[in-house]
């Protein structure tokens, strides 16, 4: 059973650009989170989804940053115009279902850098 | 507001003596926590659980113990094996409000064992 997926694995991206993050959950999991680790801290929730629904965005910047979880196909984090704030790294996270105590699952990671 | 804190940035010992790691939270709300270790380049894995109704897990050479009254927690390795050098990071989560699932993390201890 494969983990769950994130790529790119790095990111390097221009002041202005977009960056777009990919997470594939384990198979049979229907719950992903997104979490945000900047330099010398402890990993920061962003969002929770389900397929087609964004059920908490309370820990997401409130502009430039959005996440879907489509139907069909990864849960994408976007990010646009960058700028050096956001070099980070970027995990995904999931779990079968939403109960007290559900251990979530995380991927690799995304290293995002800004220049 | 840091409401997970793990105060040692780093900790060293000996192969095949005790670690013991620490964790303390601020949010009297938090009723379930976990530890997550993490090697450089990979995402974090999980480790081990404790529902604040319990005041000690136990799994295999890892060991949770809750201090409710002292919101503190800690976790012992014993024996400590060179392959535990990692970073590991305590976490914390609110079961009772609906958003079980957004886990508050410290910013981790490294962990050196030392041959």
């Known amino acids: 059973n494969a983990g769950v997926m994130q790529n790119p694995r790095h990111l390097v991206r221009r002041r202005g650009q977009e960056a777009r993050l990919r997470c594939s959950p384990m198979?049979?999991?229907?719950?992903v989170y997104w979490y945000r680790q900047l330099p010398e801290e402890g990993l920061k929730f962003m969002v929770y989804?389900?397929?087609?629904?964004?059920?908490?965005e309370s820990g997401m910047p409130k502009e430039r940053f959005s996440a879907e979880f489509p139907k069909e196909g990864p849960s994408i984090l976007r990010i646009q115009q960058v700028v050096r704030g956001d070099s980070a790294a970027y995990f995904c996270?999931?779990?079968?279902?939403?109960?007290?105590?559900?251990?979530?699952?995380f991927g690799p990671g995304t290293r995002l850098l800004v220049l | 507001d840091q409401q997970v804190k793990q105060n040692s940035p780093s900790l060293s010992v000996q192969e095949g003596r005790i670690s013991i790691l620490n964790c303390d939270y601020t949010?009297?709300?938090?009723?379930?926590f976990l530890w997550y270790k993490k090697y450089p380049a990979e995402g974090p894995t999980f480790l081990i659980s404790?529902?604040?109704?319990?005041d000690k897990n136990e799994d295999g050479r890892f060991t949770v113990f809750l201090n409710k009254s002292a919101k503190h927690l800690s976790l012992h390795i014993v024996p400590s094996q060179p392959g535990d050098s990692a970073v590991y990071f305590c976490?914390?989560?609110?079961?009772?409000?609906?958003?079980?699932?957004?886990?508050?993390f410290g910013k981790g201890t490294l962990l050196t064992v030392n041959p």
């Open positions: 404790i529902s604040s109704i319990k």
């Open positions: 949010n009297s709300m938090f009723d379930y």
């Open positions: 996270a999931s779990s079968p279902l939403l109960a007290p105590g559900t251990t979530q699952y």
């Open positions: 976490a914390a989560s609110d079961n009772s409000g609906g958003s079980n699932y957004k886990l508050t």
């Open positions: 989804l389900q397929k087609e629904n964004i059920i908490d």
């Open positions: 198979k049979g999991h229907s719950h």
